[in-house]
Each structure stands twice: as C-alpha cells, then as structure tokens.
C-alpha cells in the first residue's frame, strides 16, 4: 500500500519526466546498479530503482535483471503478479526491436483483415521443424449454425486442452498444444446465441465450435481479428485471459479457511486440468490485485469417479482468510451473486509424470493441500500400476487440518493410501507426529513399496516449507525427476 501511495503521488518516478523513449540493449545494460535499475520485461523497460525498497523479495532478488530482460526470471518467480498496473508509473519504454530475419514465433496476422479463411501465410509460420505442427482453422455455416473447425494436428486432443469464450459477438478459443498456445480471436460477423457447442474428435485432433445464430442471416466472413488472432507462441509468452465468475456458495471448512465456490459464465466452456491453478483478479484501493489459487473437488470422493458437473459449470477453491491479507478479506467480504474475474488454468504439472506410477507421496503444509486433492483422487482412480498414495500433511494445530475426516475415511475405504498429521504447535494430549518439515522426519515416511519401484513426490505449502523440502529430498537421494514442486 506504502508504494501503492507512491505511485500515485505524482513523483517523477520513472526518472524522464513523461517522456517514453525507445531503449537498445547497450542503453539497457548501462543502468545496472541499486541506484540506477532498469528491467525489461515483455519489451517494456521500467525503472525500477524507486520501487527496490518496497520489493517483497528484496533488493537482491531485483539485482539479478538488473540492466537485462529479466522476463524469464519475472516468470520462475511470480508470473502472476501484474507488473504493468505496479510499475506503470516507471515505464521508460520499449526496447529497440533488432533485425531479425525470420521470426521464431508467429505473431498476431494483419493480412487476415478482408476475409478469415483459417489459413498461416507463409512467412508467419514457426520455424520449419515446427511446421507441421501448427495448427489452423476454417469455418463454414448452415442456415442457424456457424461451425469453426480447429485442426490442432494432435493426436490425443481432450477437453482440459480447449478453452473457449463467447461473449458479446467476442469469440475466443484457446488450443493448449504442450507447451505452446494456439488462439483463434475474432469478433463476430453477426450476434449468436449463448449457446454454444465443442466436439473433440480426440484421435485425429479435430475440434469443433458450434454456434448458434441470432438471425438467420448469411455471413460474409467470420468477423474481424482481433490483435491475437490465429497465433501459435509459446504458453509462458501468452498473457492471462479473465472472465467474470460469479460466487454461488461460501462455506466453512475450519476456524480461518473457507470453501469458494464460483460458477463459470454459460458463455465459457473449460476444466482445470490436475496440478493447476488460476488466478484471482480484484481491484483494491484502485489497483488490480492478482493472486493463484489450485481448484479442487468439493469433497473428497470415495468412489473415484469426478462429476463431470464440478468440472464443467464450477470452479473450487479453499481459501484462507488472513486477518491482515488484504486480498483474502475482500473475498471474504464478496457476497453470493458476487463476480470475480478468474483466468485461464496455468501449471507444468502433467499427469503423464503419475503414469505407471507405483508410488506416490504428497507433502502439503496448510492450504498447499489444495493441488493433492485432484491429484489423489486421480492416481487412485486412473493409475492402475499404483501401490501406494501417501499424503503426509503439516498443519500448526488439530483446529487447522483441513478434511481430516474425508481424509481418515478415504484411508479407512483404501489400503493405498495413508494420511500422517504432523503439528508444529500440538496440544498437549496430541498424540500423533510433531515437528517441522525435515530429512530425519521424512526418511520414516517416504518408504517405496518395493526396491526401485518408480515414484512421485509432490510438495506445496508456504514458500520456505517448499524450498526446505526440496532441499531434503535431494539429501535423502531423490532425482529432480522424482519431485514435483507445485509453485505459481
């Protein structure tokens, strides 16, 4: 809030006195000190020597862009943070394009104007390696339907892979094609209504949107693009993509956490795939506030079967409320028919690190419980070669365990799986484990069902809990590729 003030203080603070200038690598790479910091991220240079104070992850972490494109460190760290609305009062502009002859990625298509007909030109496509594998589009039209065919050139294509928004004749659909985006904008010819359709011909990688006319008129065209129109770039690069959600439930879970419950927009059509979350967009005190948050399941299931309802209408989330979290308290404070704009499904977390999995260990503190939810009931559902599912999950008090009983339960109903409580700040009568995240404490948990059989850990929590984990697994002798730490 200190440099929320600030910002709107009037200060010259970006040090040009309302001046944009174009920036070249070498200008760039002169302001390379605590009192003279520049960073670029996403093509935009900003000063960000007045804001090094007020930087929650101090002056250090800021120093390693300093005078670079800091954009990939940007993305490691916080993504999610909405750095043009912070710093935009230290905007000192654009970095000098430099000469390139063919670019890497495809970028928005203005030769498309007149008539959209699905096709790349030449020159916009990925580099030849690649070619093959970009998708492209076409439509075509019936008296009261207007079908738009995505060809994504994959071959097991699925629901959690598309993502589609129509709103207001604004026609946005999403293909997720690993680790790069293909997006198809457009505002439309002519209204439609609400009501729309996706097949997936999942095999030959076909996906098709079905909308449904207002008047049943002729098109034209399909509209006019609009600036992402009919690009393939990598995920990473594409910016977060909102919709108004609105609050259909708030319930208790324990004394200072809550389940939310938001329904999607009948204008949207997407399901969060396991192991990832979204964000979370409010303005507070005139500035947007961004936060991630996982969705679960409402419950754990005990038959292993998700409603394809909680998938396809709502969105889940536990949240805990902080009596000084700015954030959490105007959630708190949102009543039921309340909206909040939440993004699209963000996350490297694939379910193929699960398959032919024999064991699996889950390490959550407090609310990083979240992402296991999904997980568990997904490994314990669809992963046939599973031994074991153990969650070993650490709370401050017996009052701050989340589902304790749907978890007991779940142990209860299957063998596979095992819940360890363990407490920092026990009571006196507890009679289960204490203690903090440690080598000593996780060597008796993590036992694999047979020597060398394959295994998954997973960890979420707080930022240091999850980085104390890390670092004990790798003393205890796991691979990189036998962790999973779930960050945003």
Request: aromatic share 10%.
């Amino acid at each position: 809030m200190d440099w929320i003030r600030l910002t709107k203080s009037g200060k010259d603070l970006a040090g040009l006195k309302g001046r944009l200038i174009e920036v070249t690598e070498d200008e760039l790479a002169k302001h390379n000190k605590k009192e003279d910091c520049w960073i670029c991220i996403r093509g935009l240079v900003y000063n960000v020597t007045p804001y090094m104070e007020y930087h929650p992850g101090g002056e250090d972490e800021l120093m390693k862009a300093a005078g670079t494109d800091g954009t990939d460190l940007f993305d490691q760290v916080h993504r999610w943070v909405n750095y043009e609305s912070m710093l935009k009062e230290c905007l000192v502009g654009r970095m000098a394009l430099k000469p390139i002859a063919v670019p890497k990625e495809i970028s928005s298509i203005s030769e498309e104007k007149k008539q959209l007909n699905g096709m790349l030109p030449e020159k916009k496509l990925l580099a030849a390696s690649a070619k093959d594998l970009t998708p492209s589009y076409d439509w075509f039209q019936t008296d009261g339907m207007v079908t738009i065919v995505i060809y994504t050139k994959q071959k097991d294509m699925n629901a959690e892979l598309v993502i589609v928004d129509c709103q207001d004749k604004r026609l946005r659909g999403e293909i997720i094609v690993n680790d790069y985006s293909y997006v198809l904008e457009v505002d439309l010819y002519h209204a439609v209504e609400e009501d729309f359709f996706i097949n997936i011909a999942e095999k030959v990688g076909k996906v098709e949107i079905i909308l449904k006319k207002k008047d049943n008129v002729h098109w034209k065209m399909l509209g006019q693009p609009l600036e992402s129109h009919n690009t393939f770039i990598k995920r990473k690069n594409r910016g977060l993509f909102y919709r108004k959600c609105k609050l259909v439930s708030k319930t208790e879970v324990t004394h200072d956490t809550k389940l939310f419950c938001f329904m999607l927009p009948k204008t949207t059509r997407f399901q969060v795939p396991t192991g990832q979350h979204v964000y979370l967009k409010q303005i507070i005190a005139g500035t947007e506030v961004v936060k991630p948050y996982t969705p679960l399941l409402p419950f754990l299931l005990l038959d292993f079967k998700e409603p394809s309802c909680h998938d396809s209408a709502n969105i889940y989330l536990m949240i805990k409320i902080y009596s000084c979290g700015l954030f959490t308290q105007a959630l708190d404070h949102l009543q039921i028919g309340d909206c909040i704009s939440i993004s699209n499904p963000e996350g490297n977390f694939k379910k193929s690190q699960v398959q032919a999995l024999e064991d699996l260990f889950l390490l959550a503190a407090g609310t990083g419980f979240t992402p296991m939810v999904k997980l568990l009931n997904f490994a314990l559902s669809e992963v046939s070669s599973l031994r074991t599912a153990k969650l070993i999950f650490f709370n401050k008090t017996e009052d701050d365990i989340l589902w304790r009983n749907q978890l007991e339960q779940l142990a209860l109903k299957d063998e596979r799986f095992e819940v360890q409580f363990v407490l920092s700040e026990p009571a006196r009568d507890w009679v289960g484990k204490q203690g903090r995240i440690s080598s000593s404490l996780l060597s008796g948990f993590l036992k694999r069902s047979r020597k060398d059989s394959k295994v998954l850990i997973c960890i979420c929590g707080p930022t240091p809990f999850t980085e104390q984990g890390v670092q004990c697994l790798k003393d205890l002798g796991y691979s990189q590729e036998e962790m999973h730490a779930f960050t945003a």
